[in-house]
């Protein structure tokens, strides 16, 4: 039985072909770890997307609430109470 073995040619394309192959697959790989990086980013920004929509349908179910329309009159429009007094310290 005899074995022929493969000639130089054959060697080099095969050489060739695996280099080519290693480093398309590196590519591969650096696409994938940003492709996982931006999945990351993404999710993080609909988890706090989904965080400030709570607050605002929150903020509309509870929109009559007195006590919170008092709250945004203080704290937005700086409004108090008849007989309050607002002390401000400066420096």
């Known amino acids: 039985m005899k074995v022929k073995r493969a000639g130089l040619l054959t060697k ?8 080519g192959l290693s480093i398309a697959l590196l590519d591969l790989r650096s696409r994938l770890e940003d492709a996982q990086a931006q999945k990351a980013a993404l999710t993080a920004q609909v988890d706090a997307q989904t965080q400030v929509n709570a607050d605002l349908s929150d903020a509309v179910e509870n929109s ?7 709250d945004i009159a203080r704290d937005s429009l700086g409004l108090v109470l008849p007989g309050e007094k607002i002390l401000r310290i400066t420096e």
Do not use: E, F, G, T
């Open 12 to 19: 080099i394309v095969v050489l060739a072909l695996l280099i």
């Open 64 to 70: 009559d609430d007195p006590k919170r329309q008092q």
